[in-house]
């Protein structure tokens, strides 16, 4: 059974930091590419960083560009999305996915890409 679960969310300050964990199991990791998403209040969901199956290419929506971090450990299964200087914007219920093969640059953010979906996980930027 496929699982993904994401974990770190909270209630932080703006400017302040959070790291978000997806952990995976019930497929092979390693074939497997691992995209964040988030969806605020009203809003469609969008992409928000994506890590190729061999960890060595990774996307980035322009709003988290050079604040956001993405990374995977494959010995434990687990994606990481690394969020600093956060902004109310951030503000959302994060999202991670899992695809089978890789993705580029002109299809990472597509939700029907994706195979499989977490719960979810809220983030919330207040002061």
């Known amino acids: 059974q496929v699982q993904l679960v994401e974990s770190g969310g909270g209630l932080v300050q703006p400017g302040g930091s959070l790291r978000l964990s997806c952990a995976a199991s019930g497929f092979t990791w390693d074939y497997y590419t691992i995209g964040w998403f988030r969806q605020a209040p009203g809003k469609e969901r969008e992409g928000v960083s994506c890590?190729?199956?061999?960890?060595?290419?990774?996307y980035y929506a322009d709003s988290v560009k050079g604040r956001f971090t993405i990374s995977r450990d494959n010995a434990k299964n687990t994606v990481y999305l690394q969020m600093n200087i956060l902004k109310p914007e951030d503000t959302a219920v994060y999202y991670c996915?899992?695809?089978?093969?890789?993705?580029?640059?002109?299809?990472?953010?597509?939700?029907?890409?994706?195979?499989?979906w977490g719960q979810g996980t809220q983030v919330t930027v207040s002061s």
């Open positions: 890590i190729t199956n061999s960890g060595g290419i990774t």
């Open positions: 996915a899992a695809r089978r093969g890789r993705l580029y640059s002109s299809s990472w953010y597509r939700i029907a890409e994706y195979d499989y």
